[in-house]
């Protein structure tokens, strides 16, 4: 096991407990206050759109990081937890995230076409992803961190995931100080 990816795996999970941490928060936030109309109010909506898009960048970054890092997360963590992290990264993949975030996130053309791209059609994705009603909304955010009622969510998974990581470093460090 190669300890400083161990650390590099650690350092990672510890931005996206923050990211996605502070962004569900926000998105409550928001959604509770009474005078929330994002259909009416563009700084509203200017509000939700941010949340939306720090959390499908945070998401492709999981993503991508659960690739990189997938023999040090299998060496430092139960067989029940890598089962769930793939089953959290399941549900991003069959949601797509990282394709819109290649796609749609901080483009204008496309990059096959070289044409603008559909606006309509980044509309689609992004509601697939965190879905179009009020309820949708909620749901993927508490998906993502269930603020009120904290239970299995993305979050406290990766909050699980990493305190595992700080255990494995901690007793590389003491073994490594014992010989």
């Known amino acids: 096991m190669n300890i400083e990816k161990v ?3 650690r350092w990672v999970l510890m931005d996206l407990i923050i990211d996605l941490g502070s962004v569900s928060k926000f998105y409550s936030e928001c ?4 005078d929330f109309e994002p259909s009416k109010n563009n700084y509203h909506l200017g509000k939700i759109r941010m949340c939306h898009m720090s959390a499908i960048v945070a998401l492709s970054k999981l993503g991508e990081a659960l690739v990189g890092y997938a023999d040090e997360l299998k060496a430092c963590c139960t067989e029940e937890l890598v089962t769930k992290t793939w089953q959290h990264k399941k ?4 949601k797509k995230v990282y394709e819109f975030r290649s796609k749609y996130a901080a483009h ?3 990059k096959e ?6 606006l309509k059609a980044g509309y689609d994705r992004l509601i697939k992803i965190v879905g179009g009603t009020p309820e949708e909304l909620q749901s993927f955010y508490n998906w993502i961190n269930s603020v009120k009622e904290p239970n299995d ?6 909050i699980a995931l990493h305190d595992n990581l700080v255990t494995q470093l901690d007793s590389s460090f003491n073994n490594r100080q014992r010989t």
């Open 7 to 9: 650390d590099q795996f």
């Open 31 to 34: 959604h509770d206050t009474s």
């Open 91 to 94: 549900v991003i993949e069959d």
């Open 108 to 110: 204008v053309f496309d």
């Open 113 to 118: 076409t070289k044409k603008p791209l559909d």
């Open 153 to 158: 969510d993305l979050l406290n998974h990766l």
